[in-house]
């Protein structure tokens, strides 16, 4: 199993279950199992699923400073997240709401509270990534100082793009062009997106690029073998709520892709891993460990093993 740094947000989530959006208006409704609130964020979700495949995290973001910790390691959760390095140093802890309907459309509002402004104290970092075996950030700007250390370390860089906009691309610079692999979601590309992660690639000249594509899919970019290919979804639970399958996709496919270097082999494992998580509410619900995930990978594609070499024809 892999090590690895994941430094990025962690947030407050209430995920609300409408008939539709747009919400119609309503002065009160009140049905039962429809409000659902916990902790979240990409950087808290990405460590539930290295945690869960089995590999070791160091934990780095910043909540408010009452912020009670023990909602981030729920009673009766199996997977516990080390805490130490979650700093208590914002007025208060990013928030989100989250509204869903049947047909898996969402309406996010959110609230990153003091996020922009704040510094993490980079003391304790460097023996942290130069211990690691990736590092793995969101486009936050207490995360910037990390690219330097981890390009002096030699390490290689994943980044989590939380939402993309041409007119941020500026911001987002320096991410994208140290970021050996980069995850996007189509929510804001109105652009072709096969020529969007072709322009991304030209531009920064990254090793690995995924684009997700919600219930169509994903796009995934490889530069070793210059291929740039769509994968439609796979079917493991009924779909209950889909906030956070970006981040779970995206943590499984860098477990195996850092254990592996087949990125075939490691974005089926991947979209397998969010499928099953997206039968569960919740963000930090509905993990896979490895022998699960063998299980399902045997059912669906026939092989006997993710990780000793015998594929079916669809992963030559």
Same mark, same amino acid.
């Given at each position: ?75 009766? &959760? ?10 208590? /140093? ?11 309907? &049947? ?53 290689? /860089? ?145 092989? &006997? ?12």
């Amino acid at each position: 199993m892999s090590r690895f740094v994941v430094a990025g947000l962690t947030q407050i989530e209430t995920i609300v279950k409408v008939d539709s959006i747009p919400v119609q208006y309503e002065p009160v409704r009140s049905i039962p199992d429809t409000i659902f609130t916990s902790a979240g964020g990409d950087a808290y979700n990405e460590s539930l699923a290295f945690s869960w495949l089995g590999d070791t995290v160091e934990f780095l973001s910043a909540v408010g400073r009452n912020q009670d910790m023990s909602i981030l390691n729920p009673t009766g &959760r199996e997977v516990t997240l080390s805490t130490d390095h979650i700093l208590r /140093i914002m007025d208060s802890t990013p928030t989100q709401v989250v509204l869903y309907d &049947r047909e898996r459309r969402e309406q996010i509002f959110e609230d990153i509270k003091g996020l922009r402004d704040i510094e993490y104290d980079m003391s304790m970092i460097p023996p942290m990534i130069a211990a690691c075996d990736m590092v793995v950030l969101s486009n936050a700007n207490f995360c910037r100082p990390f690219i330097q250390v981890a390009k002096e370390f030699d390490k290689k /860089i994943a980044v989590n793009i939380h939402s993309y906009l041409p007119e941020k691309e500026v911001y987002n610079k320096d991410f994208l062009e140290n970021a050996s692999i980069l995850y996007f979601s189509d929510d804001t590309i109105k652009t072709d997106p096969f020529d969007f992660v072709r322009e991304i690639a030209d531009r920064y000249n990254n090793d690995i690029i995924i684009l997700g594509q919600g219930s169509k899919g994903l796009i995934i970019y490889d530069k070793k073998n210059n291929e740039n290919i769509h994968y439609d979804t796979v079917k493991t639970n009924e779909v209950v709520n889909t906030t956070g399958a970006g981040n779970a996709l995206f943590a499984c496919f860098l477990h195996y892709f850092q254990e592996t270097g087949d990125f075939r082999l490691s974005i089926k494992n991947a979209m397998l891993f969010a499928s099953y998580k997206i039968g569960y509410m919740g963000t930090s619900n509905g993990f896979m460990t490895v022998e699960q995930l063998e299980q399902w990978r045997s059912l669906i594609w026939k092989t &006997r093993s993710v990780t000793d070499g015998v594929f079916d024809e669809n992963n030559k």
